[in-house]
T-cell receptor, first 111, second 114 residues
Framework: SQQGEEDPQALSIQEGENATMNCSYKTSINNLQWYRQNSGRGLVHLILIRSNEREKHSGRLRVTLDTSKKSSSLLITASRAADTASYFC???????????FGTGTRLTVIP | DGGITQSPKYLFRKEGQNVTLSCEQNLNHDAMYWYRQDPGQGLRLIYYSQIVNDFQKGDIAEGYSVSREKKESFPLTVTSAQKNPTAFYLCASSTGDRDVSPLHFGNGTRLTVT
């Protein structure tokens, strides 16, 4: 299966700290995306990084991609209580029409 | 506001009944998707459609059926053949440019079958 695996499964930090989540996948990809899901809601797209990119920033988010290790990380800096959610990575293989989602990291930011 | 609307938010059915989940989008997106989410698991693809009147099975299509008669609409029917239908169902859409387009999700329908 192409499905990614996030690590850790759950993460609890204090407000103001940085949060790092990792994603590993199995086969070559066209791009990797990160999504956020608040409890009981749909997913919201955060950032997309292409296979030929190594790092991308968006506000307090920083994503890295290492295709040689088939892994990606999502860093949220200066976390806020409102960042509490589940975070999923999703990969799109070359030529594929759909995304494969990982199992998610549940982040809790304590005020 | 453009977006994806899933209805209803909660749905309860008796075992053996078919049930249809609605998904409508006004984003003018070509591609639409249905995912299933179970507790502690990632999303699993049920069906997807790249254009009107065409759709393909995903990883877990057994016990489900779809139609795509209009660009805006992609209803999912959960049939009595689906062994474990209780789950959170998410509909999504994208522009279809698979190299760069993210998915836009609805807020889901939680189906409970007893």
């Amino acid at each position: 299966s192409q499905q990614g695996e996030e690590d850790p499964q759950a993460l609890s930090i204090q407000e103001g700290e940085n949060a790092t989540m990792n994603c590993s996948y199995k086969t070559s990809i066209n791009n990797l995306q990160w999504y956020r899901q608040n409890s009981g809601r749909g997913l919201v797209h955060l950032i997309l990084i292409r296979s030929n990119e190594r790092e991308k920033h968006s506000g307090r988010l920083r994503v890295t991609l290492d295709t040689s290790k088939k892994s990606s990380s999502l860093l949220i800096t200066a976390s806020r209580a409102a960042d509490t959610a589940s975070y999923f990575c999703a990969t799109r293989m070359n030529g594929a029409n759909n995304l494969f989602f990982g199992t998610g990291t549940r982040l809790t930011v304590i005020p | 506001d453009g977006g994806i609307t899933q209805s209803p938010k909660y749905l309860f059915r008796k075992e053996g009944q078919n049930v249809t989940l609605s998904c409508e989008q006004n984003l003018n997106h070509d591609a639409m998707y249905w995912y299933r989410q179970d507790p502690g698991q990632g999303l699993r693809l049920i069906y997807y459609s790249q254009i009107v009147n065409d759709f393909q099975k995903g990883d877990i299509a057994e016990g489900y059926s779809v139609s795509r008669e209009k660009k805006e609409s992609f209803p999912l029917t959960v049939t009595s053949a689906q062994k474990n239908p209780t789950a959170f169902y998410l509909c999504a859409s994208s522009t279809g440019d698979r190299d760069v387009s993210p998915l836009h999700f609805g807020n889901g329908t939680r189906l409970t079958v007893t």
